[in-house]
């Protein structure tokens, strides 16, 4: 047998493994278009998955310190009015009472407090808990938007988020169509009654009315629910001298609690504090 096509055999083989290294590299060097952007969603998803689990733990973190925060304060209130010489004794310890009862349930069930004593500190509690969720819900929703992006299904996400917000202190009982009654109490303690009627919701968003004064002032109101965090502003008023109000707060079971800013009647700045109740059918 003639040695040069012995020769021939080696030669095509290194050819050939030459060629398909070559064609390696270049497929490596140039993947196709579809596979980059498609490697790139799924960094992305990863990503936003690591830290929407990061914001859990931050979250579960604030939530601890928070409710600890909390637990202080009711022996601190109570320390206060046992202090307190110029309240009546049989007053100061049915008061006392009813900070230990709330303190007991807060901490066994999570329930939160309905005296007056303590919405100072609930109002810092719920603040703290609100930053800390927040983070939580807008990587929740940019997850989601990843999913849909790509046409791909998201409702196990979805169900996930909805999970989580029903899950904190007062969700639950913001509902279209509910009816709340209470009062406005200004920065000088004088109060008028409010009637505030949830109407259509869309999504996050919702529309409303509020009436004050028994009636002699009604003005039309959207906003947002994150969690239980809501941010509204009259949008219309129907009957009274105009304003421009902004109303922030919390939705707390069966109680609502807004904090009022914006433009008062006198074009002053307006203050006060919006605490209503759910009325029950």
């Known amino acids: ?54 914001a859990k733990q931050r979250y579960a973190n604030a939530q601890v310190i928070a409710r600890n925060t909390f637990l ?8 206060a009015i046992g202090n307190n010489r110029s309240i009546q004794a049989s007053v100061r310890s049915n008061l006392i009472s009813t900070i230990e009862e709330e303190r007991r349930v807060f901490e066994n069930s999570g329930e939160l407090p309905v005296s007056d004593m303590m919405l100072g500190d609930l109002w810092d509690y719920l603040l703290k808990v609100h930053r800390a969720m927040a983070p939580v819900l807008v990587l929740y929703n940019k997850l989601i938007e990843a999913h849909l992006s790509d046409g791909e299904q998201s409702g196990e996400l979805t169900g996930e988020l909805e999970r989580f917000e029903q899950s904190l202190p007062g969700r639950k009982s913001f509902q279209p169509q509910t009816n709340w009654k209470g009062a406005r109490t200004g920065a000088d303690g004088a109060s008028v009654n409010v009637d505030f009627w949830v109407g259509k919701f ?29 941010d ?23 109680r609502m609690i807004l904090s009022i800013s914006g433009i008062a009647t006198n074009g002053g700045k307006a203050s006060g504090m919006l605490i209503l109740r759910r009325e029950v059918k």
């Open 1 to 54: 047998m003639r040695t040069d096509r012995l020769l021939v055999v080696p030669v095509i083989l290194a050819s050939l493994l030459l060629n398909g290294a070559a064609d390696r590299a270049f497929s490596q060097e140039n993947p196709p278009a579809g596979a980059s952007k498609n490697d790139k969603r799924l960094k992305k998803i990863e990503k936003l998955k690591k830290d929407l689990d990061i």
């Open 202 to 230: 869309d999504g996050k968003t919702f529309k409303g009315t509020i009436w004050m004064d028994r009636g002699n002032v009604e003005m039309r109101v959207a906003g947002t629910i994150d969690g239980s965090y809501l």
């Open 232 to 254: 509204l502003e009259n949008t219309q008023m129907i009957k009274g001298p105009a304003r421009r109000l902004r109303f922030q707060g919390f939705a707390l079971g069966d």
């Open 72 to 79: 202080n304060a009711f022996v601190k209130t109570k320390k």
